[in-house]
């Protein structure tokens, strides 16, 4: 067991070693950071969706702006689209479970407004839909995926695919992206506050 424990460890370290090495990972981070202020700066707001594990990483992040990171400041308007389990199951039942996301998309989302689109896969169906929606609405879409980008790849404006194919390490990727995303976006927006 000893040694499971230890291999996970060090397969986490080494995929997070491939993001630190990668130039056009972090450049690409550094531009979502930027829109994401630009978006704020302008009354605008972010939102988040993904299932599972991604829905729990969407909802954890969406919490570090709408509650708060390292500062107590003042909330930011970011949200993911799960959280109404109402909705969720009233859409899903009465459409289908792929038009959840993008209903609530079309619903809540404006022109300049920030969509993180995360899968794992690429190819969720109802992120998919979601992408697609928050396009029709004029958002720029984040897409926070793994090292393929699956069907996201093309369908994104920026897309941050972490260096693996392995779900835990594409997720742990996930939220050392998103975490450094909400400090950037903290930092650069109440610069006054220790």
Same mark, same amino acid.
């Given at each position: 067991? $000893?040694?499971?424990?230890? @291999?996970?460890?060090?397969?986490?370290? $080494?995929?997070?070693?491939?993001?630190?090495?990668?130039?056009?990972?972090?450049?690409?981070?550094?531009?979502?950071?930027?829109? &994401?202020?630009?978006?704020? @700066? $302008?009354?605008?707001?972010?939102?988040? &969706?993904?299932?599972?594990?991604?829905?729990?990483?969407?909802?954890?992040?969406?919490?570090?702006?709408?509650?708060?990171?390292?500062?107590?400041?003042?909330?930011?308007?970011?949200?993911?689209?799960?959280?109404?389990?109402?909705?969720?199951?009233?859409?899903?039942?009465?459409?289908?479970?792929?038009?959840?996301?993008?209903?609530?998309?079309?619903?809540?989302?404006?022109?300049?407004?920030?969509?993180?689109?995360?899968?794992?896969?690429?190819?969720?169906?109802?992120?998919?839909?979601?992408?697609?929606?928050?396009?029709?609405?004029?958002?720029?879409?984040?897409?926070?995926?793994?090292?393929?980008?699956? $069907?996201?790849?093309?369908? &994104?404006?920026?897309?941050?695919?972490?260096?693996?194919?392995?779900?835990?390490?594409?997720?742990?990727?996930?939220?050392?992206?998103?975490?450094?995303? &909400?400090?950037?976006?903290?930092?650069?927006?109440?610069?006054?506050?220790?």
């Amino acid at each position: 067991m $000893q040694n499971r424990i230890r @291999q996970a460890i060090s397969d986490s370290i $080494q995929t997070k070693e491939k993001l630190l090495n990668d130039a056009k990972m972090l450049e690409t981070v550094e531009q979502v950071a930027s829109v &994401c202020i630009d978006a704020y @700066q $302008q009354g605008r707001k972010l939102l988040f &969706c993904g299932n599972g594990g991604s829905a729990a990483d969407a909802q954890h992040l969406a919490a570090e702006l709408s509650g708060r990171f390292y500062y107590d400041r003042p909330p930011l308007f970011a949200e993911a689209l799960h959280v109404n389990t109402s909705f969720v199951t009233a859409v899903a039942n009465d459409y289908s479970y792929e038009a959840v996301y993008a209903r609530m998309v079309r619903a809540a989302g404006r022109p300049g407004d920030v969509l993180f689109a995360i899968s794992t896969s690429g190819n969720s169906p109802n992120i998919l839909k979601a992408i697609e929606a928050a396009k029709e609405c004029g958002m720029i879409v984040v897409g926070l995926t793994g090292a393929s980008g699956g $069907q996201m790849r093309e369908r &994104c404006d920026y897309l941050l695919n972490m260096p693996s194919s392995d779900t835990p390490r594409i997720q742990e990727c996930h939220m050392l992206v998103g975490h450094t995303i &909400c400090e950037l976006i903290e930092g650069a927006l109440f610069p006054g506050i220790p």
